[in-house]
Nanobody
Framework: QVQLVESGGGLVQVGGSLRLSCVSS????????MGWYRQAPGKQRELVAATSYSGNVNYGDSVKGRLTISRDDAKNSWYLQMNSLKPEDTAVYYC?????????WGQGTQVTVSS
């Protein structure tokens, strides 16, 4: 099993930046894929960014060029640096991990971008 804890959400103005963190209870060397998803009110959960054990990275089309996923193996953590934030980035952001065919989710952290 894997427990994931996110942090770093909050209220930010348009054009501002935030950095989300996700800490895993297991070594991320064991994790096949780690990433970030988000869900806005009334919308389906969508991919923001994900990176696999091999280093491949995928971004959602709406965030390319503005949001960056990174990882720190020594801290069993991965991050989402969010720049040039827009009101449409407002959502609950979840970190996700896949391990041995199972997926695990964090509890979510709210990001609100005000205009």
């Amino acid at each position: 099993q894997v427990q994931l804890v996110e942090s770093g959400g909050g209220l930010v103005q348009v054009g501002g930046s935030l950095r989300l963190s996700c800490v895993s209870s297991r070594s991320i060397a064991d994790i096949y894929e780690m990433g970030w998803y988000r869900q806005a009110p009334g919308k389906q959960r969508e991919l923001v960014a994900a990176t696999s054990y091999s280093g491949n990275v995928n971004y959602g089309d709406s965030v390319k060029g503005r949001l960056t996923i990174s990882r720190d193996d020594a801290k069993n953590s991965w991050y989402l640096q969010m720049n040039s934030l827009k009101p449409e980035d407002t959502a609950v952001y979840y970190c996700r991990a896949t391990l041995r065919g199972y997926e695990y989710w964090g509890q979510g952290t709210q990001v609100t971008v005000s205009s």
